[in-house]
């Protein structure tokens, strides 16, 4: 999962310091590296480094990145390995030059570079999937042989692009002296935003992976980009849309509204925050109705995501609520960290049990879901260590069971608790007393209720069934396999490997 923004002002030249500011409230969704890209009469300004936004910009790069329009990118990384050469935007110089960030995961990426290499005669440089979409856009773009573009010409290209591409993209990109350009793939799994923001000096508009870094900004939220729809905002503002798919199925991604997303966040129309709060309230209908033999004196959420979901279900429960658990603040999200031992390593730092709120009491803990197992396990222990009598154990999505393949680091079964295992299985594995998943259609009803428009949701870690129906089980074997062999990689080092003008550093 990654974070992207664009920006374009029709006036003011600090464009990076809003894109900077944009990074930063969407740090949760990548905390592998970051970048910026800013553009200055006709001339490209980079900055990419491994790490925070907070560590990766320096007030000297900040002044170096000059430019009325820009873009940016938080990477946590799904395919490639975690190399500062990987880290984006991407840029390639022809044609017309071309920088460009990608949030999602191929599924057809070796067919492409294999593709891009015989037909299209293009290079590929790292192993990004996030390169090889760049590439394949920056192809169809040159195939039209023209001095000149415009806003039909980039429409042209994105439509071949959803001809030639298959998985999970939401982009934005920017060519020098013309505008950013962002789209949305036919599924719409990632999100894409747009907004406004009218000044007296100006107009600017933003596109966004989350509502929150635009309203944040003081921008008004305009629309969500369609699935499959390309957007295109020139130098003077004008702003132009089209469809650009004909075969468009609006299928975004529930574990955007489990996990991912922000709870402020609005995501084709549907609240974050409320998705949440009936997530609770369907989790406490199944507590009552298959717990009923059992006293809880206290509801406790693993914070920060099931904090919603926690609060809901105590009340509906009737049952007190507490922040039983203190995190620090300061220690990364543990879902996204690379590497498990990594992972167990952050869990024991990153909370603390409040003890009179655990000692003896029954204590039900609600995350917002498991994967892996880790945290679960180690809280568990960490409640039975603060002197809880029983720990009931409660998760507001369903068991994930299988891989996802579009933009989300679950490449392998294995690695999740809830393989090959019952839930009673699972409880034992982690250690409680008893354990309880929402039921997969509750989880689908509480989103659906934001938006009915949308009839499916891609649920494949839930489910198994992929949206783009071209993964099957020798897909997910060679996935796996790739996996393995890049986890015996070294890793590269914070120097970028690709050739790029007037480098920030």
Known sequence: MCGIVGILSTTEKDTAIYIYDALTILQHRGQDAAGIVTS???????????GLVRNAFKTKHMEGLLGDMGIGHVRYPTAGSSSGAEAQPFYVNSPYGIAFAHNGNLTNTEALAKELFEQDLRHINTNSDSEILLNVFAGELAKLEKQRINEKDIFTS?????????????VVGMIPGYGIFGFRDPNGIRPLILGKRTTYGG???????ESVALTALGYKVTRDIAPGEGIVIDRKGNVFTQQCSNSVKHSPCIFEFVYFARPDSVIDNISVYKSRLRMGEKLANKIQEEWNDEQIDVVIPIPDTSRVAALQLAQKLGVKYSEGLIKNRYIARTFIMPGQKQRKKSVKQKLSAIGLEFKNKNVLLVDDSIVRGTTSQQIVQMARNAGAKKVFFASAAPAVRHPNVYGIDMASSKEFIAHNKTTSEICHAIGADKLIYQDLQDLIWCVQQGNSDISVFDCSCFNGKYITGDVDKNYLQDIENLRSDTAKQKHGTNENSELICNDVE
């Open 40 to 50: 200055h009469k006709g001339r490209f300004y980079m900055r990419k480094s491994n």
């Open 158 to 170: 994105i439509t071949q692009v959803h001809k030639r591409v298959q998985g999970a993209y939401a």
């Open 203 to 209: 107009t600017k508009y933003m596109l966004a992976s």
